[in-house]
């Protein structure tokens, strides 16, 4: 009775291959929260050093830089859950046994920094199969509702695995907390091989180059997007330093130690719950212009750390940042799936993976040394100040402040999109 009630509640629980998709999107972050509080605790026990995080941490954004176009083609050929299963296998042997090493006994650096960097590999060829995989499972007029429940469902269950994660890594060390990532990221794997999704049919004789060129055809003939990847590449190379680097330090020195950096990050997963919740209904009138504001807005996580802002202070400024980007990803992942041939969005999402995270690493990599040198909070002022000046340059572009909900970006001529794809009858649950 319930279940009927949901279903006709939220039309798109009744198919199959989308509620099998959500039982993954609650399974695995989950198990990943555990990694996201374990391996930057992990790094300081071994070594004490920020240099030696900035390090570990680079070498997991790293490989998008290359496996981030690979994976988008990849998927676009095959099936995506197969694409997203290899992922969770990867970051399952990477933090798997980087928790063995560190329940056995201090890892060495290079050890964590190849450990992570596969991690990072599968982590790069997940995002464009998520991206391409949720189009193909229910029609387009659902597909803001599919979204939105399923960033719900991820949402909360990082919010309940970092809440665990932090209070495991304060009782038993961050070795356990990643063993425990390692095993959870394997649990979802049969939920995957049970979607029927198929590959997209593609032309025959095409290679790597020439698929990958017309990705980035199809990227680069959209203002609005290349504007904003432009912008989050700065925006979240400032924030990555800034907050995921050095937000560990902060909290080990001043706000209690990884207790309190679980429960920052739990309040940032509350927040992402509440606006999830919000996106099931909300659609802002100029979604880009929208997107490009919350993007200066994540200037305030540095701040709330560089001004030593009290514990629960932080934590409200994580949940009010959560509820807002939330709004923002459903806004963004719609418009995109909305606008570029769904033949085309793997490869596209690829390269909307790699404009926004290829600085990451240079974030990474700064972060420990500047802060070193000039002091932590000095390194938080700036990083916010970039974040602020990149967001209102995104906004010179016309199609970013003139777009409407609803309105087509400019698609080429015979474009399909993905609203316009069809759903396998078949896929709908009995």
Same mark, same amino acid.
């Given at each position: ?6 279903v006709?509640?939220?039309p798109v ?9 959500l +039982?993954?999107?609650l #399974?695995?972050p989950?198990a990943? @929260?555990?990694? #996201?509080?374990g391996v930057?605790f992990?790094?300081?026990?071994a ?7 900035s390090y570990v $941490? ?5 490989p998008? $830089?290359?496996? +981030?176009?690979v994976?988008g083609v990849?998927a676009?050929?095959l099936?995506?859950?197969w ?5 969770n296998?990867?970051i ?5 046994t980087?928790?063995?090493l560190?329940?056995?006994?201090h890892?060495?650096l290079?050890q964590?920094?190849l450990l992570e960097?596969?991690?990072?590999t599968g982590?790069?060829?997940f ?5 391409a995989l949720?189009p193909r499972l229910?029609p387009?007029?659902? $597909?803001?509702q599919?979204?939105a429940i399923?960033r719900l469902?991820t949402?909360?269950?990082?919010m309940?695995g970092?809440v665990v994660?932090?209070?495991?890594v304060?009782?038993?060390g961050?070795?356990?907390a ?10 979802s794997?049969p939920?995957?091989l049970?979607i029927r999704?198929?590959a997209?049919?593609?032309t025959?004789g095409t ?6 060129r017309?990705?980035?055809s199809?990227f ?5 997007l290349w504007?904003i990847?432009?912008?989050f590449g700065?925006?979240l190379?400032a924030?990555y330093?800034?907050?995921q680097?050095?937000? *560990?330090?902060? @909290?080990?020195a001043h706000?209690g130690g990884? &207790?309190?950096?679980?429960a920052i990050?739990a309040?940032?997963?509350?927040g992402?719950i509440?606006?999830?919740v919000?996106s099931l209904?909300?659609t802002?009138?100029r979604p880009?212009?929208?997107v ?7 200037a305030i ?8 802002? *009290?514990?629960? #202070?932080v934590c $409200?400024?994580s949940?009010?940042?959560g509820?807002?980007v ?8 719609v ?6 041939p769904?033949?085309k969005?793997?490869?596209?999402s690829?390269y909307?993976?790699l404009?926004?995270v290829?600085?990451?690493p ?6 420990g040394p500047? @802060?070193a &040198?000039?002091?932590?909070?000095a ?8 974040i602020i000046?990149?967001?209102a340059l995104a906004l010179i572009p ?9 309105? *087509?970006?400019?698609p080429d001529a ?6 316009a794809s069809p759903?396998?009858?078949?896929h709908?649950a009995a």
């Amino acid at each position: 009775m319930f279940a009927r009630a949901m279903v006709r509640r939220f039309p798109v629980l009744g198919y199959r291959d989308f509620v099998l998709l959500l +039982a993954d999107r609650l #399974l695995a972050p989950a198990a990943f @929260a555990f990694s #996201l509080v374990g391996v930057s605790f992990a790094v300081l026990d071994a070594t004490g050093s920020t240099a030696d995080l900035s390090y570990v $941490l680079a070498a997991q954004i790293a490989p998008s $830089l290359i496996f +981030a176009l690979v994976g988008g083609v990849v998927a676009d050929r095959l099936p995506p859950q197969w694409v997203i299963i290899a992922g969770n296998v990867m970051i399952a042997l990477g933090e798997g046994t980087f928790g063995i090493l560190a329940i056995a006994g201090h890892p060495r650096l290079w050890q964590m920094v190849l450990l992570e960097a596969l991690t990072g590999t599968g982590m790069a060829i997940f995002y464009p199969a998520s991206q391409a995989l949720l189009p193909r499972l229910v029609p387009g007029a659902l $597909l803001q509702q599919a979204s939105a429940i399923s960033r719900l469902a991820t949402n909360a269950a990082q919010m309940g695995g970092a809440v665990v994660a932090g209070f495991c890594v304060a009782a038993f060390g961050p070795g356990w907390a990643l063993a425990v990532c390692g095993a959870g990221s394997l649990v979802s794997v049969p939920m995957l091989l049970s979607i029927r999704a198929a590959a997209t049919v593609r032309t025959p004789g095409t290679g790597l180059l020439r698929e990958l060129r017309d990705g980035w055809s199809e990227f680069r003939s959209h203002t609005w997007l290349w504007a904003i990847v432009a912008q989050f590449g700065v925006v979240l190379m400032a924030w990555y330093g800034s907050f995921q680097i050095l937000g *560990p330090v902060v @909290a080990r020195a001043h706000l209690g130690g990884p &207790a309190a950096w679980g429960a920052i990050t739990a309040a940032d997963a509350v927040g992402l719950i509440a606006g999830g919740v919000v996106s099931l209904r909300f659609t802002p009138r100029r979604p880009m212009l929208f997107v490009v504001v919350i993007g200066a807005a994540i200037a305030i996580a540095p701040l709330s750390l560089a001004m030593l802002w *009290p514990l629960p #202070l932080v934590c $409200l400024a994580s949940f009010g940042l959560g509820i807002t980007v939330e709004m923002m990803m459903v806004q963004w992942t719609v418009t995109m799936a909305r606008n570029i041939p769904p033949g085309k969005l793997a490869r596209v999402s690829s390269y909307d993976l790699l404009g926004s995270v290829m600085a990451m690493p240079a974030g990474a990599l700064v972060a420990g040394p500047v @802060a070193a &040198a000039v002091g932590v909070s000095a390194t938080q002022y700036g990083a916010a100040a970039l974040i602020i000046v990149a967001s209102a340059l995104a906004l010179i572009p016309r199609d970013v402040r003139t777009m409407r909900a609803g309105d *087509p970006a400019v698609p080429d001529a015979g474009q399909a999109t993905s609203s316009a794809s069809p759903v396998n009858a078949a896929h709908i649950a009995a």
